[in-house]
């Protein structure tokens, strides 16, 4: 089985905290004894720090993104690191694209990437790594422990919804972000492409490792989206 795993950068990295990477790490050499692992990184509080600098200079916001991207591949490459501490053959470089990322797969049975283009999250990249390579299944791990029918931070009224069809994911996800300041659990490119390829995608809090491999499993601990 072919896997793609998109892993916050708070949720990786913290306050870069070495046992916590190290966690990860772990929980892919396992899953990586008997799939194809692509995991792609986000960029966390580190990323949303340079860039909230970078706008008070008068950056524009492709500017930023670009300081966002440089981020993510920097998680990147701090777990490529934790995954080669553990002796599992990982993919050493960290792939600017996907075609990079799939050749790469044919070397390795692990390969770590970050962001790939400005306008989007590394949610987006997860999903169109995913179509791409064909995975069978794209796992979300976050900071939220699903999704919800509205923003559950500055809505009381918000239910987690633990199933909803591609379609709904979008309806949901574009009345999220439409509002100013709200926070979408994915973002609305990724939404769409998982509406596109139609892949079984599983959206968890992966504040703990563990729940990766609880979520491959079929426990049922965040939102499951099926086609
Ligand atoms: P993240 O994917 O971490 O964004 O990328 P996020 O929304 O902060 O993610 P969460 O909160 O961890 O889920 C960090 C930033 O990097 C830029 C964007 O500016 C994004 O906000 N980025 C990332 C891109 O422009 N393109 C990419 O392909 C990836």
Do not use: W
């Not at 909803?164 to 574009?174: N, Y």
């Not at 390829?197 to 099926?226: M, Q, W, Y």
């Amino acid at each position: 089985m072919t896997l793609v795993i998109s892993i916050g950068g708070s949720v990786l990295v913290g306050d870069l905290d070495h046992e916590r990477v190290l966690a990860y790490a772990k929980v892919i050499k396992k899953l990586a004894s008997q799939e194809k692992v692509f995991i792609v990184t986000g960029g966390g509080k580190v990323a949303r720090k340079y860039i909230n600098v970078a706008r008070r200079f008068g950056a524009s916001e492709v500017a930023c993104d670009f300081i966002g991207i440089e981020v993510t591949r920097l998680n990147a490459s701090l777990l490529v690191a934790a995954i080669g501490s553990l002796a599992l053959p990982v993919y050493p470089e960290v792939p600017t694209n996907y075609r990079e990322a799939e050749n790469a797969a044919s070397s390795s049975r692990v390969v770590v990437m970050g962001g790939v283009a400005p306008g989007q999250t590394t949610d987006a990249v997860s999903a169109i790594l995913a179509e791409y390579v064909r995975a069978e299944k794209l796992l979300i791990a976050t900071s939220v422990d699903g999704v919800y029918t509205a923003d559950p931070r500055t809505n009381p009224n918000a239910r987690k919804l633990s199933r909803l069809t591609p379609e709904e994911l979008v309806e949901i996800v574009m009345k999220i972000s439409m509002g100013a300041g709200t926070n979408s659990p994915v973002d609305p490119l990724a939404a769409k492409i998982i509406e596109r390829c139609r892949i079984h995608t599983l959206v968890f809090d992966g504040t703990h490792p563990e729940n990766i491999l609880s979520a491959i499993k079929g426990e049922h601990i965040g939102t499951e989206i099926i086609p």
